[in-house]
């Protein structure tokens, strides 16, 4: 029999609870050292295909790889042992069929060990999450602002705004529900289609920039800590990470430049007061 984990991480049913109780606290986590950190803090930690922007210096997702979301979300999972993690899917990775979804979802959840994936939930997505389900891949949809279609949107913008596109993100919504999602993002909506896609799913619904009435809210966390010089409308600033690291280097720099780094406490010495003898060339 196999060692069991002294601590419990949450599942499926734990977040799906979330409908009737306590708000979902989530973030977006890349790394070990930072996943570590939230643990504690997040009910659902996603390994966001938002990593290629954050992090690797794209200028949108649409060029994250697989290779790219597995290394990031084996680096979660190491560093976290309570949330729930979810990895998203990258473009091109499930669109052409059900079964290039389940081979891709189901590698994404063996090398990693994650607890769910993530696909941008179109209506053509529908099948692609029912087929996943069924296989035993537990999936959460996104509707509204979907960063993997800007080339078709014409870049990052709130979606919901007109009747046509207020449906049309209401159809993805109810879709990707009734195909089996047990948790769905909502991204970029207005406040009132967003409180209507809530109340009319039984699933949760997890906002980022669609209010406050949704059951949960998550963030890129880089965004929240204030690294970048710009944010979205919709982030709150909880720190501001970019001033500090920017301290922090121009202090490294000017001591070092001063040669008073290192100094005598972080200087390793010869044990008994001796002097090294180089060897004879």
């Known amino acids: 029999m196999s060692a069991q984990s002294q601590v419990r991480r ?17 973030l977006t986590a890349y790394d070990a050292p930072t996943a570590a950190i939230m643990d504690p803090y997040c009910d659902l930690l996603l390994v966001g295909d938002s990593v290629g922007m954050v ?19 084996q680096a979660v999972m190491r560093g976290s042992d309570r949330a729930f993690v979810v990895v998203d899917m990258p473009f091109g990775s499930y669109e052409t069929s059900a079964d290039q979804a389940f081979l891709n979802a189901s590698r994404i959840m063996k090398e990693t060990g994650c607890q769910a994936v993530k696909i941008e939930s179109g209506t053509y997505a529908a099948h692609q999450i029912e087929h996943l389900v069924e296989r035993g891949v537990p999936v959460m949809g996104h509707v509204g602002l979907r960063p993997q279609a800007i080339n078709v949107v014409g870049g990052f913008k709130a979606q919901g705004r007109d009747d046509v596109e207020r449906e049309r993100v209401m159809e993805e919504a109810r879709a990707a529900e009734e195909a089996g999602a047990f948790a ?8 009132d289609l967003a409180d209507e896609i809530t109340k009319t799913l039984s699933i949760p ?13 998550i963030l890129v966390t880089q965004d929240m800590l204030g ?15 970019q001033s500090e690291i ?23 010495k010869l044990s008994g ?6 060897p004879k060339g």
Do not use: N
Request: glycine content about 10%; hydrophobic content about 40%.
């Open 55 to 73: 992090v690797h210096g794209l200028t949108s997702t649409v060029g994250v790889t697989m290779e790219m979301m597995i290394l990031h979300g």
């Open 184 to 191: 769905i993002v909502i991204e970029g909506v207005a406040e």
């Open 205 to 217: 619904t997890i906002g980022i920039g669609a209010s406050a009435s949704c059951d949960g809210q």
């Open 273 to 278: 007061g001796g002097k090294a003898k180089l």
């Open 246 to 268: 920017a301290k922090s280097v121009e202090a490294y720099a000017r001591d070092v430049r001063s040669r008073s780094f290192p100094a005598e406490a972080e200087t390793y």
């Open 227 to 241: 690294i970048f010089d710009w944010t979205p409308k919709f982030v709150r600033r909880y720190g501001d990470l």
């Open 10 to 26: 949450k599942t499926v049913r734990d977040i799906m609870s979330a409908k009737q109780g306590e708000p979902l606290v989530c």
